[in-house]
């Protein structure tokens, strides 16, 4: 199973909002054969597998991180295909909570005569689709809020200078992210204080750039800044009717999407942000900062994860910005928990990762 979800990390980034699929058959104790889903509309994983497989042996069994799935869809279902090969047993890491499958796979398999076992490394594979698992069963996009920091929390000097505080490592890191996620979101404040590219800088593999949103109520947004002049038809500007109509056009002239929002707390309502971008199949956000936009986020509920880089610096300083600014919480007993957090060092960095709420 561990090989199984290896495998379908290869389509990390390419298969949204589909699932991540790793598929793979074991006879005499050995991997004969392996499979995983390549990109959106291409072939699942079960087919990847069963059609470069060539004689299936009598004792073979598979073994794939998700149910496979019942229902014809952008490509024919996978289960039977796996009974008319022959397939006597298969192992399953989790249902698939998509309500057109949901059980109804594995229910065909053993109709038809195969034995199927659930429920390994099910918490593995449930942490590998967290995307999907969100976006299929609430209809929400999944957010990540992520930051990066001095140790004594600061995300910037006092003259507002933030490149950089972490490490090559950490950075490689970010973009290694970015890939994973549908779209980045940042502030107006982080695209005219920084002026940020929001795409992947990685030379060592193929990437799909994620879409570029930007929290902006009354479109400050500067015209010239790169997120409108490098792939502006990836960039959607989120804004309310606080902007002049003339500011709406001159952006949707760069080639840019605007989404007008209503206004809560004086700012875009992220919630019916999120619900917007989830109707174009947005199954996830990476909120890159700064900290207006992560306390609102934080805020309005509709944050899953986060993570925090950690740089062994110092910068000091009152008027030095925080990952998370905005009104702040007044009580202890109002403090937002993070849960089933874990550590790693990335260089000199440490990154820290924990969830608000648990897939």
Not at 69 to 87: A, D, F, Q, W, Y
Not at 154 to 181: C, D, F, P
Not at 280 to 304: H, K, P, Q
Request: charged share 20%; net charge neutral; with cysteine.
């Amino acid at each position: 199973m561990r090989r199984a979800i290896s495998l379908a990390e290869k389509g990390a980034g390419w298969v949204n909002p589909n699932p991540m699929v790793g598929a793979l058959l074991i006879s005499d104790n050995q991997i004969i054969a392996e499979g995983f889903h390549h990109y959106f509309g291409g072939p699942h994983a079960e087919v990847d597998l069963l059609s470069g497989s060539g004689r299936i042996p009598e004792d073979a069994s598979m073994v794939i991180n998700l149910e496979p799935c019942s229902h014809l869809g952008k490509t024919p279902p996978c289960v039977p295909l796996i009974v008319e090969k022959g397939i006597k047993h298969v192992i399953i890491g989790m249902a698939d909570p998509d309500s057109q499958v949901n059980g109804n796979g594995i229910a065909y398999l053993r109709q038809h005569g195969v034995v199927v076992e659930t429920g390994i490394l099910e918490k593995e594979c449930r942490t590998l689709n967290e995307h999907f698992i969100k976006f299929k069963t609430t209809g929400l996009p999944f957010v990540l809020l992520k930051w990066a920091m001095t140790l004594d929390g600061k995300i910037a000097t006092v003259a507002n200078a933030s490149r950089w505080i972490t490490g090559e490592q950490a950075r490689k890191e970010v973009h290694l992210m970015r890939q994973r996620y549908s779209a980045i979101m940042v502030g107006v404040n982080t695209v005219i204080a920084d002026d940020p590219l929001l795409n992947i800088r990685l030379r060592t593999m193929n990437v799909k750039h994620p879409l570029k949103i930007v929290a902006d109520t009354t479109c400050r947004i500067p015209l010239e800044s790169r997120v409108l002049t490098n792939d502006p038809q990836l960039t959607i500007v989120a804004t309310s009717e606080k902007a002049e109509n003339g500011r709406i056009k001159a952006i949707e002239r760069t080639g840019a999407q605007v989404i007008i929002c209503p206004v809560k707390d004086g700012r875009v309502d992220l919630s019916f942000l999120m619900q917007s971008v989830a109707t174009m199949g947005i199954d996830s956000v990476m909120i890159e900062g700064g900290s207006t936009i992560s306390f609102s986020a934080l805020n309005e509920g509709i944050v899953d994860k986060v993570i925090g880089f950690v740089a062994p610096k110092l910068l000091g300083g009152e008027a030095a910005p925080a990952p998370v600014g905005g009104n702040g919480i007044s009580s202890m007993d109002d403090a937002i928990n993070i849960r089933d957090w874990k550590t790693r060092k990335l260089g000199n960095d440490l990154m820290i990762v924990g969830y608000i709420k648990i897939t």
